[in-house]
């Protein structure tokens, strides 16, 4: 998430080019444009950005370009969808809403929301709120709640809606009191701490003193700088080592609650006996006053009144007077006035926050600390407790929703149009997300023992459990049926290859192929698998449902024509070959996946596939088999290696990767051989000395610069004089190239941004790739290369020859196959062949998963495919440490990937397709790269990751031992012996409340697991540590040098709160938020008090929105060309289509709001900037987390928007409040840092803080010269504006100092002519005059005393203007003045690659442009 890739327009954040691409927006008058630099210094980068946008969305956006047909086959659809969606958005209106006892108030409808959406809004407003049991009537006729506004007869602009209070029914009492319940505790954070209801934290108000929009006109420039108190406080300021925890939740005032009521609960009388039912007695309540008025209420069919019960008797006659009302909140307001007056204050307070703090997440999110809260009695926590509640339209226990059905009856909803494809989508998402709040509230319910088992007699390991029609099993290896693949270690490792599985297969969406719903949950050390249940799975055996696949390993395998269909559907997005297996009778069986893979038809008829464990080929790098040898480059890094289970697969990440980069090799290996033909045929000598004899000579080794010969890695060259390519030969040849792919391939990440990047899982990328027959869509350079985050600059790379070559491979391999030529045929054949792919006439590379696999027999007939398989596993292999990791490492010396914690570096990680058993690889990797000092911040995190996962294995087995009483103490006493100095950690039994616990615990210990329950006591720091040293060299074969924490902080440079946090959320943890003393050895760091409680660490799939991501994805290709109204307009349609999908939080609508506020602030918008940008923090702290990498990122952004917008103390709290929690997550040392200090030191530079501002930007100028070289031009603008600061406090011979190193930078990096070079020197100059004047000044002091004339000295204060230029150029955008020849090779330029229509043309600058230069938005 937190790669620079989310940053538009696509930025490489360390080029020291000086081309600008072209790309031009022909914008009314002005010419807007956004312009790259190029990467690598050889000006083809244009075309890449051209390139990512036409090949697949233009033709949407202009007809006429159709013929081009450049990618008007990448998505058919595409062209309808813009249509429909203005279909979509009709146009909304206006009713009129009359509600009893409120003025009649307009409220603004679209046509296709439903009359329940009135509802939820008058049940948010600020004056009906407190209404919940009413129904609306246009014309005296009720509504219908589910009825689409558009299909209501006689609604239309301007109509009146009246709304009619109901009867209740003791389901809208309930409902009532539930909602009233909400309102009381609308400001009160305890859910989000204690992880409900959905709610999650956010702290951005605090900072910004409420909504920024509307402070933001309030406040003048001028009269505001005067009382900005800039001072941070200690622990902020670079070089202090404290890392206080209690900042990371400021308070924020509007917590104070008011107290409306003391008491409200249930009545100890409900229900009502029958005689009182029959007057129409729903239910009792009690409640207590703030005025401590004890009073008894009865929830009746025409509303709520006071009787005349009391505690202990029960006499339900209406009391006198009775304030019969029909809400509870009326009542209430009648006889208690403290009620009446809080209760307004705070729904005022209530509809004043941002929605975005409001409103629910799609998926729960854990805050890994929380203050002390005082735990208040709560009547609908206390039902909720003890009922099934499972979603809020079930207020009645015991209806339970049928998961299976409503999970696959979504699929099946018609996906032909766009409305129907967003019904679909919205439909599956919100039944994924209701589901995984279900399955992870069962799996607790199940590990805290409060679920019977459906096999109660076998011991706790074994046991499985139903709840809520969902079925439970605990990830032990029961009945051994493991034990081959690694026992307890397979079985904890199966579900989440089965959830990968599920992923998978979910994203490529078949139809009538369905799989389970899947939720893993680790809660307590213990791993739970969470499914959906098949129809009539229970009555039966499996050996008589399984009718496709194995239920043993693949001793009996089945077959069935219907999966096999169906699965041949899956075949070629997933990459998993056909292939036949041996059965029992050593009859062969086809099977297209992996012989665990079984299928079963339910009894509603549906097809299932369920235990997708191995959807994926084997990782061979953890899997020695006997007597098969894995190439040389696994080996010299000591692969294979022993691991914990044999169920170690490759990630899809990396299929795609790999076969992205097999397809290149075998583009140019044909294109090689065709042009070698070519040469031949035509015996032209100059062709072929051209055409193959150049290729050889240059050495792969001369990188980039080289371009034509480096590209062609030499094997292909030789390729056609021997045309049969022996299988180990083949596997040299994609070896060779990780030289070249390195130097050049790894740009692109850039470009792609964090949704693209993951566009590789879902089945949009699939479609476009063409790996199989390629029919005419086929191998489109276009259409496909920039799909690949990995791979797509490497063909652009690409020299004429290679271009020429592609058309040639094209055409041949659009021409199907009949009409080509042997000669032609026989090069594809060569080139099939050194890849390896499993088809002869075109490129096709599949897996063949059962490879491998013990118990697993193939037929003779296919020794052969057999062979090819094995060599392509192996190749998979070594491409993974061969090319995968370098180009990891490689995007983080380019800062193109920048992980500042755990989860990102795992992101980083997975993106590329690196499994997190790889961490020791990669850090051995980086220990021995060259430019190591510039990787120390990606070294530190990647061992302060590995010890934490190291410590987390230790605690799943350490938790498993302990009884629940005995839970806060035991994990309490391992994080001492994790975390404190203290050498003699002890636990502290639990002392014993309850004394006579002790006699009859042999009998209540049914916790699974079970054993002696004090064994956790025992664990002492050295042995802790001792285990995760050995831990880490087992699982990740990483030698850690060290044996105490204190050792680790000392050796690696880790901090303990990093550790702390980085433990807390892989474990699910919640400590007390205080300051604790790690580093005392007098006394442990934490008490029993200090832990609040234990969270699940929950795994699900995460639908996706794909109509939305394809409208984000062209939006982004708009912007990369410069045209950025339209990319801007895409963009929008996005937000809305994903609004549509996900509600109103989401990951991705998060990346979207950011780039919409990254536009509107380039386009000049700066308010609708700030707003935007505003959205996106609020929704990066509730969906991610309050200190998230990308929250930190967020802030960033937004304080640049609040100084653009004239906010500046705002400006700075924000920075202020990023670089704590950059603090907090990985400390001072870290590239980001360099960044965050830059623009903390500009912005009090703007505020006239010289001393201060100096010592943020000399820490960014010191980590810059680390993290980018010192001949960086990073660097170079780091002195710049160090000498500014200087100049401002009239030290020039500082600031001369800074600027000649600044300048020395320039001339050496860029040349003298150029003109950042030109300012310098200009800038040195004025500097140099200046400290003349001063000199001259102060020797006429000296000479004549008092009564010197003394010139005027000009010392300047910097302009805002000014600090928000630097600003922008350290942020990555920069404004470029345009000459008049530059437009016109602008012109020139834009016409030959885009043809655009004679429209636009027409609207180019006119001749007086030269006068006025527009500004043009460039990135840096």
Known sequence: MVSKTDDIPASVPNCNSVDPAEGDTPDSKETTKTSFKDPCGCAHSADTAMMNGNGDHDHSEETDSKQEGSGADADPGEDANEQEVIVIQDTGFTVKIQAPGTEPFDLQVSPQEMVQEIHQVLMDREDTCHRTCFSLQLDGNVLDNFAELKSIEGLQEGSFLKVVEEPYTVREARIHVRHIRDLLKSMDPSDAYNGVDCNSLSFLSVFTDGDLGDSGKRKKKGSELEQIDCTPPEHILPGSKERPLVPLQPQNKDWKPLQCLKVLTMSGWNPPPGNRKMHGDLMYLYIVTAEERHVSITASTRGFYLNQST?????????????????????????????????????????????????????????????????????????????????????IPGQTRDWNEELQTTRELPRKNLPERLLRERAIFKVHSDFAAAATRGAMAVIDGNVMAINPGEETRMQMFIWNNIFFSLGFDVRDHYRELGGDAAAHAAPTNDLNGVRAYG???????????????????????????????????????????????????????????????????????????????????????????????????????????????????FLPVDGEELPPECQRLAYPRQHRHRLACLRQELIEAFVEHRYLLFMKMAALQLMQQKANKENKAAALTDGSNAEPEASPADGPQSAPASEDPAPASDAPTKPATTPSEASQTPESQPAEAETTATVTTTTTTTAAAEATEPAEALALTTNGTPEPEGPDGQGRECESPLEGKEAEESIPGLAQAKELAESLAAEDGSSIDPKSREVVLNACKAVGSISDTSFDIRFNPDIFSPGVRFPESSADAIQKQKQLLKDAAAFLVSCQIPSLVKDCLDHSALPMDGTTLTEALHQRGINVRYLGTVLDFVDKTPAKTQLEYFYRIGVSELV?????????????????????????????????????????????????????????????????????????????????????????????????????????GLQKSTLLREISVKTGIQILIKEYNFDSRHKPAFTEEDILNIFPVVKHVNPKASDAFHFFQSGQAKVQQGFLKEGCELINEALNLFNNVYGAMHVEICACLRLLARLNYIMGDHPEALNNQQKAVLMSERVLGIEHPNTIQEYMHLALYCFANGQLSTALKLLYRARYLMLVVCGEDHPEMALLDSNIGLVLHGVMEYDLSLRFLENALAINSKYHGLRSLKVALSHHLVARVYESKAEFRSALQHEKEGYTIYKNQVGEAHEKTKESSEYLKYLTQQAVALQRTMNEIYKNGSNASIMPLKFTAPSMASVLEQLNIINGIIFIPLSQKDLENLKAEVQRRQMLQEASKSEEPSEETPMEPEDLPVDD
């Open 311 to 395: 505690t202990y008797s029960f006499n339900p006659k209406p009391a006198n007077p009775s304030f019969l009302s029909h809400s509870l909140v009326e009542l209430l307001s009648q006889i208690s006035p403290a009620f009446k007056k809080n209760f307004t204050a705070l729904q005022k307070k209530r509809v004043q926050r941002h929605p975005f703090e409001r409103i629910a997440t799609p998926f729960q999110v854990y805050s890994w600390t929380a203050p002390q809260i005082d735990h208040a009695m709560d009547c609908v926590r206390a039902e909720d407790a003890y009922t099934s509640r499972l979603g809020y339209e079930e207020h």
């Open 948 to 1052: 934490t996962r190291c410590a987390k294995h230790i605690f799943k087995t350490y938790l498993q031992g302990v009884e629940l009483s005995a839970l806060s103490a035991a994990v309490s006493h391992f994080l001492n012996c994790f975390l404190s100095s203290f050498p003699d950690a002890v636990a502290h039994l639990p002392a014993d409340e309850l004394v006579s616990r002790r006699k009859n615990r042999k009998r209540r210990n049914r916790v699974p697991g079970g054993g002696d329950n004090t064994a956790w006591a025992s664990l002492t720091p050295v042995e802790l540590w001792k285990n995760i040293v050995s831990e880490a060299q087992t699982y990740y074969h990483f030698t850690l040098h060290c044996e105490s924490v204190d050792q680790a902080v000392e050796k690696y």
């Open 507 to 621: 994203a490529v969406d078949v139809e009538g192929l369905y799989t389970l719903g899947t939720v893993v949950v680790d809660y307590r050390g213990y791993r739970v698998t969470a499914q959906s249940i098949i129809p009539g799975i229970l009555e039966r055996e499996q050996e008589q449902s399984v009718i496709y696949g194995s239920i043993d390993f693949g001793k009996t395998v089945v077959s069935h024509p219907k999966y096999l269909e169906l699965l041949e559907k899956t075949s070629r997005p997933l990459k998993v070959q056909r292939h036949p297996v041996l059965n029992e009778k050593e009859a062969p069986v086809e099977l297209c996946s992996s012989v665990e893979c079984k299928g079963i038809i339910g009894n509603d008829g549906r097809h299932y596939i369920l235990d997708l464990l191995r959807t994926f080929p084997p990782d061979l790098n």
